[in-house]
């Protein structure tokens, strides 16, 4: 698998440079994943730009780093503008795939995702304060 990646705080980012997300792509791709999983990085987003296919075995694993970062809270991004592949995609029904047509809008996708988090962290924390309600009878 031919990448760049790049760190930040809140996210990786993956420029894949393959043309073809297949077999030993994928491996690879899962690899990096869940290193990446285990270094703390719940948010992946992946700029697919040059992948012009992708086979059941990319699918497959696309699905399963999907879930991942869902249950870490976190979110996969992939940025394409490639309408074919976006409708390729969307017919393998990944459960919530966030796929969108840049990086800067990825970047801002990830912070929404954060804030979001954060802000159902806060209401649950209200709930955890015993914040019920009594009322007396009359």
Known sequence: MNYTIEKNEQYALIRLA??????????????????LFRSGYSNIIVDV?????????????????????????????????????IAFLDAATISD??????????????FMNELENDFRSENDDEYDAGGSISRDAD
Do not use: W
Not at 22 to 34: G, K, N, Q, V
């Open 97 to 110: 795939l966030t796929i969108l047509p840049t990086v800067e809008e990825a970047v801002d996708a990830v």
């Open 49 to 85: 730009t040059p992948l012009q296919s992708v086979d059941q075995a990319g699918i497959s694993t696309i699905r399963k780093i999907n879930r991942q970062c869902s249950n870490e809270l976190g979110l996969l991004v992939l940025v394409t503008k490639n309408d074919e592949l």
């Open 18 to 35: 393959d043309s073809e997300f297949s077999d030993d792509i994928a491996t690879d791709f899962e690899t990096l994943s869940r290193t």
